[in-house]
């Protein structure tokens, strides 16, 4: 396994450079370093000594791609492409454009993330497979039919009212937790339930659906009726050899998700004024901070090889027939 | 059995839900002695605190760098400059702050000699402003300014090993202060032109301060030569324009004759700034735990920053080492009868701490406002009709809802315009021929701004005459004051030309109809825009209609922002939507915005309409450096009908802000000018207590509710699991 998981670290640093390559194009396809420089100085007053400066400050007055006036590898390594992407690979990530540490800020607004991103991963996929397998158990009856009505009307609506809606009931009509905020430790309950309740509920719909799919799969197979045939108890059958061998496509769908979940929720964040990493990228390409959204992009690739590299290694834990090799 | 045991379960499940959400609500109440849903811990009710927020976090609280609203929101409350607006009196007028008085200006002559006060601005070579001090103002409470025994700074030569156990700014147990001297604004003006800084207003005042443009020159070289983590004393370096006189007196010597300056010298870019201070951050240990001088302010103000987490929170409070201020005892006419009086001469600030909190959302923002958790707000569209109601006679007014909660607003127009240019260089639209002027007269009297602000700024906003707006010299109220080519005066009111003089104006321009004379093709026009959400579709296509009433055809260029500033820098853009916020309220810093030496496309000016008119122009140069009298008047009335004229702007409108505040939240004045306005504000924890409390009584019985539908809804999901149980297995298969 170890020389599977060296291999896959390997393969993973031609995609990065890869990825970098293709967020440096795209970037300065829209943004020019004088766009950057006077997207931060404002347009007052504004002379081209200050962009020239402004430029010169964080090293974008380099050429992109390829310095011809730089002599031998200079000629690639005096370049943007090359002084702004290397020390992405050892997780330096510099400074953003108004100064700040990329890297300290990261690490601050990381763990609001998570303190909502973990509840709902994981509230979520335990009530999303337990309500699946109830479905799956009541196939055929009107709970199934009601419960999949249920989960088609859930997911038809759309995130931002479950948010508003959740906020306007809970917080302003019935006043039983903040309408927004955060806080740390303990203090941090009262702001969290109702963003990791919205996050549960919203997730449902298409949650519960997608496993009741592999759990119908499941549910006639032979082994299943030898299982019932033995006396077993309906939920010993779902919840021990139902689910069991329906692991492989839940965690081929979850695992993956897993190293990513500190990065957030753009929208959940922002309505309830959670600290957070999910509009860090946004904010950063509105205001045409390169230096963030590469950090970002570049996390976000090595967050899900890591998840796709987890998500293989998940599959040896329930499956013993798999190998890797 | 297995029936009994899982009734037995069964019966578990829904205690278990009935405990679950027992516990919950023992958590909620337990973890809040007052209110459930107030997001401030217990400990801060009842305390003089000021809760109010931010929804984008500010780039820059550095002095040289900062320029924005949301930047001075902060470090204007944090560092002084030499001079202020005073907080009631209007029109705005300029009062010392850290000075004894106001400046002492002399003129000399390229010779050196000293010339009258009242020398012709020509013959002025230089302006040097004599500005004292008051004595014995404390810096606040430091680390930078930590001293040992020895009198040594405590801390230097920071590095990753001194700084093991450092987070934030706090965790510097030892703080210090000393006195502020003169040499500290001199620092500060050095700072503008230090390489490693990039001061938006370097560039202007370049042009003013003498020899800034080479000290920055040797700053460049000194900086080259240590090295860029090496800190740069600014203090080895002599600025030739600036100097200290004595501990608590320096002066400022300027090219010719910009009576502006003293503007500037109420601006945070003239705050002082101490050398410690600069040399305390200058650390790249420090840097990397984003301790800088950019992020942690250091001033003599009246607030300083405790917590600074732009993510999360600001929270800031009252100086100990504040200086003696005392509330203004006079204001204009009708500031004793608001109440804005009933502090006259009382010590400031009169609150404790500020609490910032990040709010990126409006809807969250104003609930919150409504439940009594912010003090204050300003009204999104989303919650105007929420809040503002039309009287019959067009008038604003606060809804019933906002009257019962004792909410109270506050107007005022801004010290901005909001602008639709034409390019002057255009040959369609553009030109100083009598086709072109008549052309944009026409179109200035086809787009109804007050319809504009009507649809889409809820009627927050006046359609503006002329390029002054109003509160700033030179801007004429009434019959006198309105745009002859747009409006008539009817009934004691400017009312807009009826559109068939347009349609007659644009006939005798040549377009009958819309459409060329000599060719018969239809005008064609083009608008460059920024944009493309949904909600400006609206605005595009308001604009469209606008246009057709005349029968000319708009075309709307819709382009990212980047583009759009190029098309205006290479003068490729036909109309053009544009806007400018004031600087100081002298009308030169607007007219300027028409100056010809001024233009975009071939001065890099801020004239984006590239308007040159050599009478404006001529005119702009003896009304910039005159003071306020009736013969600048006469000449900006001139100055402003050669442009209404000549038409080169639409003239668009003149924003109003609308602040929201709850009757607990005192001495409120719009001060668009000022910075330093929160010492001034005064709160009444105590109301505030008793109405959140009266507001936001917990419902707790719809939780009950839920608990009960979950309960009854598992009943027959019971029963069903209990009749499948008793099947076969080859019956449950199917």
Redesign the interface.
């Known amino acids: 396994m170890f020389a599977y998981i060296l291999r896959r670290i390997f393969y993973a640093i031609p995609i990065l450079i890869g990825v970098n390559l293709l967020t440096f194009t795209l970037f300065f396809v829209v943004n020019s370093p004088d766009d950057m420089a006077r997207m931060h100085l404002g347009e007052k007053h504004l002379t081209p000594e200050a962009i020239e400066k402004w430029k010169h400050n964080r090293g974008y007055d380099k050429p992109l791609l390829y310095n011809d006036k730089a002599e031998g590898a200079g000629k690639f390594t005096d370049t943007i492409f090359f002084t702004k992407s290397v020390s992405l690979f050892a997780f330096r990530f510099g400074s953003a454009d108004d100064g700040r540490d990329i890297g300290q800020d990261i690490l601050q607004r990381m763990w609001p993330s998570l303190a909502i991103a973990v509840p709902v991963f994981i509230v979520g996929i335990l009530f999303n497979i337990t309500f699946a397998l109830l479905l799956a158990f009541f196939r055929g009856t009107y709970l199934d039919v009601w419960g999949v009505i249920l989960c088609v009307v859930l997911m038809s609506i759309s995130a931002l009212f479950y948010i508003i809606g959740g906020q306007y009931l809970v917080g302003k009509m019935l006043h039983l937790v903040p309408i927004s905020g955060y806080d740390t430790g303990l203090n941090s309950f009262k702001f969290l339930i109702l963003p990791v309740i919205i996050g549960v509920i919203g997730g449902i719909g298409a949650g519960t659906r997608w496993y009741r799919t592999i759990f119908l799969e499941e549910i006639n197979k032979d082994y299943v009726r030898t299982a019932r045939a033995k006396g077993l108890s309906e939920l010993r059958v779902l919840f021990r050899h139902v689910l069991k061998n329906a692991m492989i496509p839940i965690l081929t769908g979850a695992v993956v998700i897993i190293p990513q979940l500190f990065m957030g929720s753009l929208l959940t964040e922002s309505f309830f004024g959670i600290p957070g990493l999910g509009s860090y990228t946004i904010d950063a390409i509105q205001s045409q901070d390169f230096a963030i959204v590469r950090a970002m992009v570049f996390l976000g690739s090595v967050a899900y090889i890591v998840g796709l590299i987890m998500t293989d290694i998940s599959y040896t834990l329930v499956d013993p027939r798999i190998r890797l090799d | 059995m297995?029936g009994i045991l899982h009734r037995q379960k069964g019966r578990l499940t829904g205690n278990g839900l009935l405990y679950l959400g027992i516990v919950?609500i023992l958590?909620?109440s337990g973890?809040?002695q007052g209110?459930?849903?107030?997001?401030y811990?217990a400990s801060q009710q009842g305390k003089n605190i000021l809760y109010s927020s931010f929804s984008q976090r500010p780039?820059?609280l550095d002095p040289v760098r900062a320029?924005?609203s949301n930047e001075y929101l902060f470090i204007g409350q944090i560092y002084e400059p030499p001079l202020q607006y005073h907080y009631l009196k209007r029109p705005y007028t300029l009062s010392p702050l850290t000075a004894s008085q106001m400046p002492e200006v002399t003129y000399l002559d390229a010779s050196g000699q000293v010339l009258a006060r009242d020398a012709e601005a020509k013959d002025i070579a230089y302006s040097v402003y004599t500005i004292h001090i008051k004595p014995g103002i404390r810096f606040q409470p430091h680390p930078a300014f930590a001293r040992d025994a020895a009198g040594q700074l405590l801390y230097r030569d920071l590095d990753e090993a001194r700084l093991e156990h450092v987070r934030t700014l706090r965790d510097f147990k030892v703080t210090g202060s000393r006195t502020l001297t003169a040499a500290d604004y001199v620092y500060q003006i050095k700072r503008l032109a230090h390489?490693?800084y990039?001061?938006?207003?370097?560039?202007?005042m370049n042009e003013f301060i003498v020899g800034l443009k080479d000290y920055a020159a040797t700053l460049a070289e000194v900086d080259k030569a240590v090295g860029s983590e090496q800190w740069i004393d600014l203090r080895k370096y002599p600025l030739e324009g600036v100097e200290v006189v004595d501990e608590l007196t320096y002066r400022i010597r300027i090219k010719g004759k910009y009576p502006q300056l003293l503007y500037w010298l109420a601006m945070p870019f003239f705050a002082p700034m101490p050398w410690e201070a600069e040399q305390f951050y200058s650390y790249p240990a420090m840097?990397?735990?984003?301790i800088?001088l950019?992020?942690y302010p250091v001033g003599t103000g009246a607030y300083m920053l405790t917590v600074n987490?732009p993510?999360?929170?600001m929270i800031m409070v009252r100086n100990p080492n504040f200086h003696a201020m005392n509330y203004p005892a006079e204001g204009e006419a009708g500031d004793r009868e608001a109440g804005l009086l009933v502090d006259a001469g009382k010590k400031l600030p009169f609150i404790d701490q500020v609490i910032y909190?990040?709010?990126?959302?409006s809807?969250?923002?104003w609930?919150?406002f409504?439940?009594g958790?912010y003090d204050v707000s300003g009204i999104s569209s989303d919650s105007f009709d929420q809040a503002i109601q039309f009287t019959s006679s067009g008038d604003t007014e606060l809804t019933p809802l906002m009257k019962e909660k004792g909410i109270q607003l506050q107007t005022e127009v801004q010290t901005s315009t909001f602008y639709l240019g034409f390019n002057m260089l255009d040959p369609v639209v553009g030109g100083d021929s009598q086709r072109a002027r008549l052309l944009r007269r026409a179109i200035s009297i086809a787009v109804n701004y007050e319809e504009y602000i009507s649809i889409f700024s809820n009627g927050r906003g006046i359609a503006a005459q002329g390029i002054i707006p109003p509160g700033i010299f030179g801007h004429r109220e009434g019959r006198e004051g309105i745009n002859p080519y747009v409006y008539d005066w009817v009934n004691g009111r400017p009312q807009r030309k009826p559109i068939e003089e347009a349609k007659r104006l644009l006939a005798e321009a040549g377009y009958p109809n819309g459409r060329n004379a000599k060719t018969g093709k239809p005008l064609l026009l083009h608008l460059d825009i920024t944009g493309g959400g949904p909600e400006d579709k609206a605005n595009f296509d308001w604009f469209r209609k606008q246009f057709r009433k005349i029968d000319l055809e708009l075309v709307i260029r819709n382009t990212?922002?980047?583009r759009f500033?190029e098309k205006m820098r290479k003068g490729n853009a036909q109309l053009f939507t544009w806007g400018w916020n004031a600087?100081y309220p002298d009308p030169e810093n607007f007219l300027f915005l028409l100056y010809g030496p001024n233009g975009k496309v071939r001065h890099?000016g801020?004239n984006a309409a590239n308007y040159e008119n050599p009478e404006f122009d001529r005119l702009f140069d003896q009304m910039k450096n005159m003071p306020n009298s009736p013969e600048r008047q006469a000449i900006i009335d001139t100055m402003v009908e050669i442009t209404r004229r000549d038409a080169p702007w639409l003239w668009g409108l003149h924003p109003k802000q609308f602040i929201l505040h709850h009757s607990w939240y005192m001495n409120v004045k719009p001060n668009l000018m000022a910075h330093n306005t929160l010492m001034y504000k005064r709160l009444d924890p105590a109301l505030r207590e008793e109405k959140r409390k009266a507001w936001?009584?917990?419902?707790?019985w719809?939780?009950g509710l839920l608990l009960l539908i979950m309960i009854i809804s598992l009943v027959?999901?019971v029963m069903?699991?209990r009749r499948?149980?008793h099947q076969s297995?080859?019956q449950?298969?199917?």
């Open positions: 297995h919950l958590l909620l973890c809040q209110e459930w849903n107030n997001p811990p780039s820059h320029y924005s390489p490693r990039t001061s938006p207003i370097q560039g202007l840097q990397s735990l984003n800088t950019d992020w987490n993510n999360r929170q909190s990040l709010e990126k959302e809807i969250p923002y609930n919150k409504l439940q958790y990212d922002y980047n500033q600087d890099h801020e936001n009584k917990p419902v707790v719809p939780i027959p999901a069903a699991y499948q149980e297995a080859a449950k298969g199917h």
